[in-house]
Each structure stands twice: as structure tokens, then as C-alpha cells.
């Protein structure tokens, strides 16, 4: 069973040093970093110095990205990409400002070029993970997600192991679907991405009464969406408890008044 492609999940971790951290999620999500303007001491050697300005330059991109001002903060970026404390997060940054302008190829350089420049750090492998599975590239997808997970100092494991679980699922790896998603699970009980994801797993294998477990799961995690109450009303009705089919379906009528029925089907009365 395939996944929508969106429910991969990218987590962007722009760090560097003497700088703000800057966190993107999701690149066609409105970021609401607001830098501080950093201070550097700008006496030391020549080459502390152009570190110095780099860094400067990164803090410059990143506060124009969150200013909507693409074209600044993609110059401001390019000029970024010479420190070598700086590069790997300029790339990123690029990435994201082509995946945001619908250039879909430039961002995947952008993305792989990261993972070049900082090669054993899981957040730029895991971006790059995600644009090869978005993009058609999902069996590679997987070797950057494990070599993510690899990572002992990575924030987010189990994002990856979810992105991961999402991805095998497009590859046709069910061997390791079920396996990535408990993983990610065991590491954030309340992962949405791989809650979402085993429901809807175990949805197309018919594991109906584990995948209930999981929708409930999902539905007592914020936020509820109308996709997993969808989930839910097919689940119950697949069990034949049609009463709890029917109070999801009120609940998705309520909530969700213009999302479309999973099933057409009869409610009772409230």
C-alpha cells in the first residue's frame, strides 16, 4: 500500500555555531523564526574572520527566509556556502528556498550537496532521504534514513525511522514497514507521521483490530485530522461496530464539514 507523499515528514536543523538555531518543518510550512541578530568578535586571523562572516551571512539568509524575502536570503546564502562551518546549512537553506519556488530538481542538489558537505550528521541525511522518496527515488531513500538513524548525536531518530517506515512502504519493502514504524514508535509513543502511517499499513494488510488500536492512538494525539477520522469510520465499519463508525462519522462531519466521506454510508441519529 502506498502512502500519499506528504506524509513524509522533513525536520531541517540549521545549526551553527555562535548562531541561533533555525528549524524548519516541512518545506511548504510558514516558518516562524525570528533571529536574534548575533554578535561576533571580529578580531582574530584571517580565516576566523571569514568564518566570522559567514556565520553572518547564514543569520542574514535565514532572517530574510523567515521574512518571505526569498531572492535576499538565497544571495545571502550562496555567499554562505564558502565557510566551512557554515556550508552544509547553506545548502539546506537553499534547498528549502527552491523547494518553496516549485524547482523540485535545484532543491534536490541543494539537499545532496549537505549531506556531502557534513556526511555523518543525520538531519541533512534525512532531508536528503526525503526528497529521494518524494521523488521517485525510494529504495535509495532508505540508505539515508539508516544512515541517519546511525547518527548517535541526531535529535530526531524517530522521525527518521517514521520517514523511513512511510518510504518502505512506496518501495514495496514490507519487510521493514512494520519494523521502522514500531521503532520510531518505541523512541515518541506520539509520532504522528508513523502513527498515521501504521493505521493506514495495517488498514491494507485488513489487520483491522491492530489497527484500531493505532487509531485510537492516533486520534488521542494532537492534532486530529480528518484523514485519521477517516481511517477510524473505515476500521469500525470493517469490524462491524457501527456505532463507533457512526460517532466518528459525526465527529467528522462536525469537525471537518467539507472534507469528503471515506465511505458514503448512513449515519444513525445523535
Not at 82 to 90: I, R, V
Not at 157 to 162: E, F, N, Q, T, V
Amino acid at each position: 500500500m502506498r502512502l500519499p507523499e506528504a506524509a513524509v515528514c522533513i525536520v531541517l536543523l540549521l545549526a551553527v555555531a555562535g548562531c541561533s538555531r533555525l528549524t524548519f518543518i516541512k518545506p511548504s510550512a510558514k516558518s516562524d523564526y525570528r533571529p536574534e541578530p548575533p554578535s561576533y568578535n571580529i578580531r582574530g586571523n584571517a580565516e576566523s574572520r571569514r568564518n566570522d562572516a559567514t556565520r553572518q551571512q547564514l543569520a542574514i539568509a535565514s532572517r530574510e527566509f523567515a521574512a518571505g524575502n526569498f531572492d535576499a536570503a538565497a544571495s545571502a546564502a550562496r555567499d554562505a556556502l564558502k565557510g566551512e562551518g557554515t556550508a552544509a546549512d547553506a545548502n539546506t537553506l537553499l534547498a528549502v528556498i527552491e523547494d518553496r519556488r516549485g524547482r523540485s530538481a535545484q532543491a534536490g542538489g541543494y539537499y545532496k550537496a549537505a549531506t556531502e558537505r557534513a556526511p555523518d550528521q543525520g538531519a541533512y541525511l534525512n532531508n536528503y532521504g526525503t526528497w529521494l522518496c518524494r521523488n521517485g527515488r525510494a529504495t535509495d531513500a532508505l540508505v539515508y534514513f539508516d544512515a541517519a538513524v546511525r547518527d548517535p548525536a541526531y535529535g530526531d531518530p524517530s522521525g527518521a525511522l517514521a520517514n523511513a517506515g512511510v518510504c518502505a512502504m512506496t518501495a514495496g519493502d514490507t519487510a521493514r514497514v512494520e519494523r521502522d514504524l514500531r521503532a520510531s514508535l518505541e523512541l515518541d509513543p506520539e509520532n504522528l507521521v508513523a502513527l498515521d502511517a501504521m493505521v493506514r499499513y495495517l488498514v491494507g494488510e485488513h489487520r483491522y483490530f491492530d489497527a484500531r488500536a493505532f487509531s485510537q492512538r492516533r486520534l488521542a494525539a494532537a492534532p486530529v485530522t480528518a484523514a485519521a477520522l477517516q481511517l477510524a469510520v473505515q476500521i469500525e465499519t470493517a469490524l462491524g461496530d457501527t456505532g463507533a463508525a457512526d460517532r466518528y462519522q459525526r465527529r467528522l462531519q462536525t469537525e471537518f464539514p467539507s472534507a469528503p466521506n471515506l465511505q458514503p454510508r448512513e449515519t444513525s441519529p445523535p
